[in-house]
């Protein structure tokens, strides 16, 4: 992909400076001809762009950043709780910085960051909560590279489908009903 943008600057740079009607292409291992009247200076900004061309990293990819921090940014209640408190069964997503999700009333809480997947959102395990009373599980062993939920808009709210801890990629299978009864389910925007 370098290779083919390279080529395209370089010929569209040569094909503005060549003024003559010489309609002849030029080969990809060939330079364009440079009128006489040039200067040195030219020349020389013309080697550093070429350089600088070649020296350009890789496109960013842009899909998975928080670009969107509107789009399902809120409280959300889960469908048939009545937690208006928002004691355990809703969550906050905050796209700009870190949520909280409940994994046990008044028992177990972490923090978790979202990130921006083709079809949603997926949820990544950052550190137990402040407010997290169990200080007994392996909370250093979670992967924080894999995303422990996934998050899809839906017409009134959002789905949440919980994935659970991984621990060296595999589901922690010990832990893994934590957060599955008081996440796993549709919420409606509160």
Same mark, same amino acid.
Request: net charge neutral; with cysteine; aromatic share 10%.
């Given at each position: 992909?370098?290779?083919? $943008?390279?080529?395209?600057? *370089?010929?569209?740079?040569?094909?503005?400076?060549?003024? =003559?009607?010489?309609?002849? !292409?030029?080969a990809p291992n060939e330079t364009a001809p440079v009128e006489s009247n040039e200067s040195a200076a030219d020349k020389e900004s013309d080697i550093n762009r070429y350089d600088n061309i070649n020296n350009l990293e890789e496109p960013v990819d842009t899909s998975k950043t928080?670009?969107?921090?509107?789009? $399902?940014?809120?409280?959300? *209640?889960?469908?048939?709780?009545?937690?208006?408190?928002? =004691?355990?069964?809703?969550? !906050?997503?905050?796209?700009?910085?870190?949520?909280?999700?409940?994994?046990?009333?008044?028992?177990?809480?972490?923090?978790?960051?979202f990130e921006k997947t083709g079809n949603g959102y997926d949820a990544?395990?950052?550190?137990?909560?402040?407010r997290n009373k169990d200080k007994n599980l392996p909370w250093e062993d979670f992967s924080k590279k894999d995303a422990i939920a996934s998050l899809k808009a839906t017409n009134d709210g959002l789905k949440l489908d919980w994935i659970g801890f991984k621990i060296n990629g595999q589901?922690?299978?010990?832990?893994?009903?934590?957060?599955?009864?008081?996440?796993?389910?549709?919420?409606?925007?509160?």
């Open positions: 992909m370098k290779k083919t $943008i390279l080529l395209l600057l *370089l010929f569209i740079a040569f094909s503005c400076k060549n003024t =003559n009607n010489d309609k002849s !292409e030029i928080n670009s969107g921090a509107g789009e $399902i940014s809120g409280r959300y *209640l889960k469908q048939g709780e009545l937690d208006e408190a928002c =004691n355990c069964y809703c969550i !906050e997503v905050s796209l700009t910085g870190n949520s909280e999700f409940c994994l046990q009333p008044d028992r177990m809480y972490i923090n978790v960051r990544f395990y950052v550190s137990p909560s402040s589901i922690a299978t010990d832990y893994a009903i934590f957060g599955k009864k008081t996440l796993e389910g549709n919420f409606t925007k509160n």
